[in-house]
């Protein structure tokens, strides 16, 4: 299966410091992902990229940055962090099959900023 | 509204017994549509799929109906077992890098 691999698994943060979340995988899919979980929301797509150096709104993006430096890697970066982020965050690779892509999740980075 | 309403959100069934659940969506362009399960502290895994192009797909106890005209889809698990609980996400797609995920199921088969 493919490999999607984040760190840190947990994270605890102040309200108004830097976090990043990391996100590798060795699928060499073009695609990436950040989606956060709540409950009672689902999955929601905060940035994703198209392959390295690319970086794309999704449709909650306020508050966060992306940064794609190479194939492999894909990071989510909350400037100033706030108790709103708190949640849990995954990142996955997308693998195109006959004109559908099939989504590939890492573990999950739980975030909590007091 | 929602572009991927899934009902229910929570589910108890007996074990051997039939679990079902069911989406429906507003984008009409979808033609992809997944089911992932996600085990307690898990990542979600896909774990069935159905194109536009087709009605209906099995694989062992899991069965996906698709219905274009009345814009919804479900997925049917029959005789459930313990390891079935989970919560479960359906979602719709238009296209690549552009998924409409429902807000999930939590199934849990009772012994």
């Known amino acids: 299966e493919a490999a999607v691999t984040q760190s840190p698994r947990n994270k605890v943060a102040v309200t108004g410091g830097k976090v990043t979340l990391s996100c590798n995988q060795t699928n060499n899919h073009n695609n990436m992902y950040w989606y956060r979980q709540d409950t009672g929301h689902g999955l929601r797509l905060i940035h994703y990229s198209y392959g390295a150096g690319s970086t794309e709104k999704g449709d909650i993006p306020d508050g966060y940055k992306a940064s794609r430096p190479s194939q492999e890697n894909f990071s989510l970066i909350l400037e100033l962090a706030t108790p709103s982020q708190t949640s849990v965050y995954f990142c996955a690779s997308g693998d195109r099959d006959r004109g559908h892509e099939r989504l590939f999740f890492g573990h999950g980075t739980k975030l909590s900023v007091l | ?111």
């Open chain 2, 1 to 111: 509204g929602e572009q991927v309403e899934q009902l229910p959100s929570i589910l108890r069934v007996q074990e051997g017994s039939s679990a079902s659940i069911n989406c429906s969506y507003e984008d009409s362009a979808s033609n992809y549509f997944p089911w992932y399960k996600q085990e307690p502290g898990e990542n979600p895994k896909l774990i069935i799929d159905i194109r536009s192009n087709m009605e209906r797909k099995q694989i062992q106890e899991l069965i996906v109906l698709l219905d274009k005209k009345a814009k919804r889809f479900s997925l049917h698990i029959t005789d459930t077992q313990p390891g079935d609980s989970a919560m479960y996400f359906c979602a719709a797609s238009p296209g690549y890098q552009n998924f409409y995920f429902g807000k999930g199921t939590s199934l849990t088969v009772i012994p």
